[in-house]
């Protein structure tokens, strides 16, 4: 089968969740002789030039092309230059490049510096598209529907997308960062202390009114907002089939679109195997409580930093936090993992865990954490806005988000017993999916081929 799959490019260029997905998929597919290529956003030379597309040394055996002069790659800094998120290409550039390479499916991972004629040339060509859900981009210029502190359950017609939005990079800037000098340069000490303090200058201003606009600027500059929404809306309703990664992920693209097809699949990765009878469980006296996310507002970092706080002042300190990216001036219970995070030290990480917290407040799509912990029999307490909830039955708690109360309860609620419990329903109940299950399942949706080969013939459907 030939597989031609979008995404936001290889790494270490681009890095995170969509991109180690994409990236484990393709590998999978092409090692089980499949013709897979990848296209991927590279540099603008000129934002008024056609887009190109190059071939590049092919990254093991997986084809490589660069689409030059794609739209902006905004990630999740924002959006105010509308009108070169939304500019036309010329349709025979995408067909010529499917008459060449000739893909049985496209598989979308983003719709980031995509024109609506790559998906416009495939439907005419009758070329299937799938499309997987990672985040929001397309419906939030941010990507998370966040806002304020809060999921952004009404954004008042468009008239909050204003104040989110604010902070977004220039678009010389975001040109700069798909250079392939930026390439070069991402990694350095500088690069990431100017992310951290445009990311920081955005939080900084959450609740800081605007007041620089008249009314009139406000309602025409929200028309933008949503002629912006409908260009992606528009791109995702000619998708044949959207892949949804959770129940969750679903419900919130049904507010904007019905799809022409769908299915939920859970997803996973490849360093998920099942150990839950690969560590003994002994508690130690005090709760080990993981919390492997970013601190970012958006994650619930601190509501359950505010939850751990309130336990220890009322003079319960039973616990400790093991956790990456430790705050500068953090609490006496916290205590910094040794090492950076990798996939391959993930028996460490859970070996002396007794509880995984999710606290997500954002609509998390899914949550890798959470499928990792299980995998591991070690319980989870998650927010209900986090798309892994999925796994979790009687395997762990789930609280309201942006609940401290919540969270703080369902913390306190973790006794030995309660943990021996949940560690046996894991062991007993989870059906800790393979990534070779989960690949049949993508091949069901890719469809015909005789079955995509009967789903490989090593591998059963």
């Known amino acids: 089968m030939r597989i031609l799959h979008y995404f936001l490019g290889f790494p270490p260029y681009r890095t995170g969740g969509l991109t180690k997905f994409a990236l484990d998929l393709m590998s999978s597919q092409a090692t089980e002789q499949h013709i897979v290529m990848a296209l991927w956003p590279g540099q603008i030379k000129h934002l008024s030039k056609s887009p190109i597309i190059k071939k590049r040394k092919n990254k093991g055996n997986i084809q490589n092309y660069e689409l030059i002069n794609p739209l902006p790659i905004p990630l999740d800094e924002g959006i105010t230059a509308f009108e070169q998120y939304m500019k036309p290409s010329n349709i025979t550039i995408y067909e010529s490049l499917f008459r060449e ?24 060509m009758h070329i299937k598209t799938i499309f997987t859900t990672h985040d929001y981009f397309g419906i939030c210029p941010m990507v998370t529907l966040y806002s304020n502190g809060a999921s952004c359950e009404n954004d008042h017609d468009c008239h909050d997308c204003i104040h989110c939005n604010r902070t977004a990079l220039s678009l010389h800037k975001i040109m700069l960062m798909q250079s392939p000098l930026y390439r070069v340069l991402k990694d350095t000490g500088a690069m990431k ?9 955005f939080y900084n201003q959450q609740n800081i009114p605007l007041t620089d606009l008249t009314d009139s600027d406000f309602d025409n500059t929200a028309k933008k907002y949503k002629e912006l929404r409908g260009y992606y809306l528009k791109m995702l309703q000619d998708i044949d089939l959207i892949h949804f990664n959770s129940t969750l992920t679903e419900s919130i693209y049904r507010k904007y679109i019905t799809p022409n097809d769908s299915t939920v699949i859970t997803i996973t990765h490849t360093n998920i195997s099942d150990n839950r009878k690969s560590i003994h469980w002994q508690y ?8 492997l996310a970013s601190v970012k507002p958006y994650k619930g970092f601190q509501i359950l930093k505010q939850a751990l706080d309130e336990l220890w002042n009322e003079g319960k300190h039973d616990f400790i936090l093991k956790m990456y990216n430790a705050p500068s001036e953090y609490s006496p219970y916290i205590i910094p993992f040794d090492k950076e995070f990798q996939y391959s030290r993930l028996d460490s990480v859970f070996e002396d865990i007794d509880v995984l917290v999710a606290p997500s407040i954002w609509y998390e799509t899914f949550g890798f954490t959470v499928l990792e912990a299980i995998s591991y029999g070690v319980p989870v307490i998650i927010s209900d806005h986090v798309g892994a909830k999925d796994l979790v039955q009687n395997t762990g708690i789930i609280v309201k988000a942006g609940s401290t109360e919540s969270l703080k309860n369902a913390i306190s609620s973790f006794t030995p017993e309660t943990i021996r419990k949940l560690r046996e ?13 989960f690949i049949n399942e993508i091949y069901k949706i890719y469809g015909d081929k005789q079955e995509v080969q009967k789903c490989v013939s090593f591998l059963s459907c």
Request: proline share 2%; aromatic share 8%.
């Open 101 to 124: 390479l000739s893909p049985d499916v496209i598989h979308i991972h983003t719709l980031m510096g995509l024109h609506q004629e790559f998906i416009q040339a495939a439907k005419a």
């Open 193 to 201: 202390l100017a992310r951290k303090y445009h990311r920081n200058q």
């Open 284 to 291: 130690s006296g005090k709760l080990k409580i993981a919390y």
């Open 425 to 437: 329903n894991i062991l007993i109940h989870s059906n800790i999916k393979t990534w070779g299950q």
